[in-house]
């Protein structure tokens, strides 16, 4: 059974209009789980199902009435979350992964492979639109409780998604109609920071096909260890020492002294919102200037004097959908 409908936050609204630009794009946030050990499987199913009755956003589907633009989120009563279990036979688990992320839906999927009767990996998968990345280390985390105690009772109240939209609007409503807070004006500043011209090599060039997949790439341990040790030397996070060499890296490839990146930050900093499950993570503006006398160590002090206030500036409501 469906309730009623309510409106999508704007980081709900953004994602959502990015992928009407390309229908052909799928938008999910996706976790593997190694599970070690003898495995109760009805107990694994029955904890899952516990934390999608816990948490409304994962029974959550749009809805589009037929005279608005922007769909709305609906809650679903009953909802059973996808549950297929298989074996690892001659795929690898990337196979796997590949699969249920071009698979479309509206909610959470879960597939179970076997890898032996004592190892099973659990990999979930979910839309953009519903979950992001910290959503997925407290459901895991969550998981773990209620697989253990078969009870989620212990965690307490939590806000949920649709209700944390609604904030949102009324906060956006009441700036509007009060003028810009010391907050919204932070913000504002921030976003007209941002600088124009800034081609990388071989921007313009037009390709015939988009065929070029993703980049990635980990760290090994030597080089891990070298980047916390840098971390340590300046008493910063490992995330600002990457964000720093990142920026680094665009200034000597655009030659421009003001380089402009979007960092991630999970939008939890409100105790209220410490265990909420949804699209709650936004990329915020982070601007440092440098140049060619600009030794690294004053690059990363003062992109820590950039990023921490950024953090704690409360910015629920500062941008609507249009400016995310």
Not at 294 to 322: C, D, K, M, N, Y
Request: proline letters at 4%; charged letters at 25%.
């Amino acid at each position: 059974m469906l309730n009623a409908g309510s409106p999508l936050s704007s980081q709900q609204e953004r994602l959502w209009r990015l992928m009407q630009l390309d229908d052909a794009q799928h938008y999910c946030t996706q976790s593997a789980i190694l599970l070690e050990g003898a495995l109760d499987k009805d107990r694994l199913r029955r904890s899952v199902e516990s934390i999608v009755g816990r948490h409304e956003i994962l029974r959550t589907v749009l809805v589009h009435p037929g005279e608005l633009v922007v769909p709305l989120q609906v809650v679903t009563d009953n909802f059973t979350p996808a549950w297929r279990e298989t074996n690892i036979a001659r795929k690898s688990i990337d196979d796997f992964l590949k699969e249920e992320w071009n698979e479309t839906g509206d909610a959470l999927r879960i597939c179970l492979v076997e890898l032996d009767p004592n190892k099973h990996v659990l990999i979930a998968t979910l839309p953009a639109l519903c979950a992001d990345q910290r959503s997925l280390s407290i459901i895991h985390d969550e998981l773990i409780d209620c697989y253990a105690s078969s009870s989620l009772d212990q965690k307490g109240e939590i806000l949920q998604y649709a209700d944390y939209a609604a904030w949102q609007h009324e906060l956006l409503a009441e700036d509007d109609q009060e003028g810009n807070s010391s907050n919204t004006a932070y913000w504002r500043e921030r976003l007209q920071e941002s600088i124009s011209g800034a081609n990388l090599p071989f921007e313009n060039r037009a390709l015939e096909v988009r065929t070029e997949p993703p980049i990635s790439f980990s760290f090994d341990s030597a080089e891990t260890k070298l980047i916390d040790d840098v971390a340590r030397r300046y008493e910063v996070s490992r995330s600002v020492v990457l964000l720093a060499y990142w920026q680094t890296l665009l200034w000597r490839l655009t030659g421009k002294s003001e380089v402009v990146v979007g960092g991630e930050f999970d939008g939890r900093n409100f105790s209220e919102l410490e265990g909420a499950v949804g699209l709650l993570a936004r990329f915020l503006p982070i601007r440092v200037d440098r140049n060619d006398r600009t030794r690294f160590s004053e690059h990363v002090t003062r992109l820590q004097q950039v990023v921490a206030p950024a953090w704690r500036q409360p910015w629920i409501a500062v941008f609507s959908a249009q400016e995310c």
